[in-house]
């Protein structure tokens, strides 16, 4: 069944009128009128409805029963991740999304080869925002993962933690399965550097603000392949698998 994202209020009874995206879509597929649909807003539960008209630029549904289903992790993690090159960071956050993370943080750190201004900083987050949206209409995840402003690495670290902060390090000695093991679940944030990893002077940093250095295994991990990685073992090992 198609499944969107409306960034509006739904309630049981309504018309509404779908996003332009949205209906443009509908009339890629030549949805007609009378198929079902399911529609979210991102604040939890979805809804069924049938697609009530459609014209070459627009098209309505009404919606017709709410459903409290959810399909979150049963605790929060935050992928705090350094800015990779080109777009892998696009397939970081789809992923990611598709894997349960609450929370999504781009950083700099010394060695990112990607610098973002302002104004280049404002596009890609309006793009990953849709990579979000898009990613949670597939995985059918009911609410949206928070995208944050992009931070430099000291001034992230200096803010207050939402959780165990994990450094991923292939320098630290105690593994993260090991330690996942031994915790109960608990929200938690995963530090991952870019290509060629943090330097020494922010992984020192970083355990100074109270990072916990863990490994993700002998085996040296892409930026773009660890905190997903590490998403799949917490979720095997705390639930939501």
């Known amino acids: 069944m198609p499944r969107f994202f ?4 739904l309630a049981v009874g309504h018309l509404v009128d779908l996003p332009a995206a949205v209906a443009h879509h509908v009339n890629v597929v030549r949805l007609e009128p009378g198929a079902p649909l399911t529609l979210f807003n991102g604040t939890g539960g979805e809804y069924a409805a049938l697609l009530r008209d459609v014209g070459k630029k627009r098209a309505t549904a009404e919606v017709q029963a709410f459903d409290a289903r959810e399909a979150e992790l049963p605790f929060p993690v935050t992928l ?3 800015l990779p090159e080109g777009t892998k960071m696009d397939w970081i956050v789809e992923k990611a999304v598709e894997l349960g993370v609450a929370a999504v943080q781009p950083l700099a750190a010394r060695r990112c080869v990607v ?3 302002a104004e280049r900083a404002e596009r890609k987050l309006e793009h990953w925002q849709g990579v979000i949206e898009a990613a949670a209409e597939q995985s059918g995840r009911n609410r949206l993962p928070r995208l944050a402003q992009p931070l430099d690495l000291r001034e992230w670290l200096a803010q207050p933690a939402d959780g165990q902060r994990i450094l991923l390090s292939p320098r630290a000695t105690t593994s993260l399965a090991a330690w996942t093991r031994a915790q109960p679940a608990q929200p938690v944030t995963l530090l991952v550097g870019p290509e060629g990893g943090f330097t020494d002077e922010e992984e020192a940093l970083a355990v100074q603000h109270g990072a916990l250095a863990l490994s993700a295994g002998p085996r040296v991990l892409r930026t773009e392949t660890a905190a997903l990685a590490v998403l799949a073992v917490l979720a ?4 939501g698998m």
């Open 236 to 239: 095997a090992a705390w639930g």
């Open 115 to 117: 610098r973002l201004s």
């Open 80 to 82: 705090a991740q350094a």
């Open 6 to 9: 409306i960034a509006q209020p």
